[in-house]
């Protein structure tokens, strides 16, 4: 490495660990998301289903053949409760006590046709029904099944997008408000080398950045690591340069940073919703495909989910790195063409 | 061939759009002088010596540096100049000695970093942040900056603007050190002061044209001189003989 690029990494490293707003951004956001999914998707274990019982005069008698089942927890609902703990998903059935008894369930949602399916049973169970046979089970828990297991490389992709674009779009556009830009350009400066100083810095934060939800995902959730740590790194590493290029890019005209927020809000918007960061890309149409399979984070968040979940090595996520290191190639060459330095 | 002059510009013109910043100006500036570029704000004194620093292309006009031309030698052009711009705020989370440490490493030449400390007394402040120090404090790190490559030829634009007294004595001492050691300085002003103190000759602008150039103690006596009765003339009375007009318009 040369002493101007040094120097000017340096300076980014310098700049980034001085600014307290960054490094919340950048480490302590992620542990926060995973905080919370970890009190939204507590650790295994069968969790009750959550039944309405609306008022009736047989209220008493069929609350009890619920509450009777075990795994049902009961809420009694006032008439004006019953649409609002339904929407807020409080309840996912009201059972109303008619004789024989009424279920109000949204019958397109999963959750809801699972609780009425018990509720009925208990009903029916109580009322007397015989039971044909009783079937043996066989409870498995497939390690990395989970959502939660699914959701944290998804987090840890959107980190790695997030921070570098917002991380080098801010400080670029800064650099060019304050006229530094301008004067980095009066010296003898190559212009490569201010713009390969802002990749190299990220390299440095991508590992406690990648690091840290992925220890928390596999230490607290109980998050299984099939693939190695090698592949994780080289899959991070592509990917974090793969968004440096785009920042840079992003970064690479705007003189204020309204406009370089409202740019990146336009080409991360997107990604957040389509790249299967909290639900997988196979719900949207055939015809999104071809769109959502190009974009930089579906690549890293498939490449990531395939080495920690399914233990794939770095030769099974060939494509996906081949098109991140593609979308950080092209964007960096443009930026380096495009770059208002002044 | 004999030394060329630092600066040589001919029939420079630059527009943004219906605006002419810059009307057809020449200047020659030489080798170990101090060279002022005087006028009011929006005479085109900043576009001229950005065009002179190779920052903005010129619509038309010739411009020779040091003998050489931006556009086939503007690396080596580079590593021979010390540029300070008007109102950079540098980085203020670095320390003064991170900030002369990162430009002194684009040069291949130059003067420790130590050294510049020393220079522009501010060796006292070597661990400090940039965004700690007072506004004159700043302005001789950016000097310190642009002396970081031991430059041929310093470029500044509005060096002591916003700076107390005795913040602009010390600046001034040090721009008079780097011409004792034979540097070359081209620098924008728009005080009198300034000017008559250090400047060897100066170019009056305004309008984007050169309207009077020489040495300021002869451009006095040839056009400040008549207006003036009971006190010795001054710059200003020669821009207000010119134009009618004072430099500033305060």
Known sequence: ?342 | MTNPPAVRCERLTKRYGNVIAVDGLSLVVHRGECFGLLGPNGAGKTTTIEILEGLLRPDAGDVEVLGLEWRADGDALRQRLGVQLQETRLAEKLTVEETLRLFRAFYHRGRPVDELLRLVELESKRTSWVGKLSGGQRQRLAVACALAGAPDLLFLDEPTTGLDPRSRRQLWSVLEGFRAAGGTIVLTTHDMDEAELLCDRVAVVDHGRVIAEGRPADLIETLGAPRVVTRQGTLEDVFMALTGRHLRDD
Not at chain 1, 84 to 113: M, N, W
Not at chain 1, 148 to 161: A, E, F, Q, R, Y
Not at chain 1, 163 to 187: D, P
Not at chain 1, 240 to 269: C, D, K, Q, W
């Open chain 1, 1 to 342: 490495m040369t002493e101007p690029l040094l120097q000017l990494t340096l300076a980014r490293l310098r700049e980034f660990v001085r600014e307290p707003e960054a490094l919340f951004w950048a480490f302590v956001f992620p542990i926060i998301m995973s905080v919370a999914l970890a009190v939204a998707f507590p650790a295994p274990g069968v969790r009750p289903v959550p039944v309405g019982l609306a008022a009736g005069p047989d209220a008493a008698a069929v609350g009890a053949a619920l509450r009777a089942a075990g795994d049902i927890a009961l809420r009694e609902l006032a008439p004006a409760e019953e649409v609002r703990a339904l929407r807020e998903g409080e309840v996912h059935v009201i059972v109303v006590p008619t004789e024989p008894p009424t279920y109000r369930f949204d019958a397109s949602r999963d959750e809801s046709r699972t609780a009425r399916l018990v509720a009925d049973q208990a009903l029916k169970r109580a009322a007397g029904r015989p039971e044909p046979w009783t079937a043996s089970e066989e409870p498995v828990v497939v390690p990395g099944s989970r959502y939660v297991d699914w959701l944290i490389p998804g987090i840890i992709g959107l980190n790695v997008m997030s921070t570098g674009m917002w991380g080098i779009g801010f400080s670029v556009v800064q650099a060019r408000l304050r006229k530094i830009l301008k004067w980095l350009v009066a010296s003898p400066m190559r212009k490569g080398d201010y713009l390969l100083a802002q990749a190299l810095g990220r390299v440095v934060f991508l590992g406690p950045e990648v690091a840290v939800p992925l220890a928390f995902g596999a230490l607290v959730l109980g998050m299984p690591i099939n693939g190695s740590i090698g592949a994780i790194a080289v899959v991070s590493l592509v990917g974090g340069l793969s968004f440096t290029g785009l920042g840079l890019l992003a970064a690479s005209r705007p003189r204020t940073l309204e406009a370089i927020s409202g740019i990146l809000n336009l080409v991360m918007l997107p990604m957040w919703v389509l790249s299967g960061v909290f639900f997988s890309t196979a719900n949207f149409p055939g015809a999104l495909q071809p769109v959502i399979q190009a974009l930089p984070l579906t690549a890293l968040n498939d490449a990531l989910r395939a080495v920690i979940l399914e233990g794939a090595g770095i030769a099974a996520v060939g494509a996906e790195l081949i098109l991140l290191a593609a979308w950080g190639v092209v964007p960096f060459l443009l930026a380096l063409r495009f770059f208002r330095w002044t």
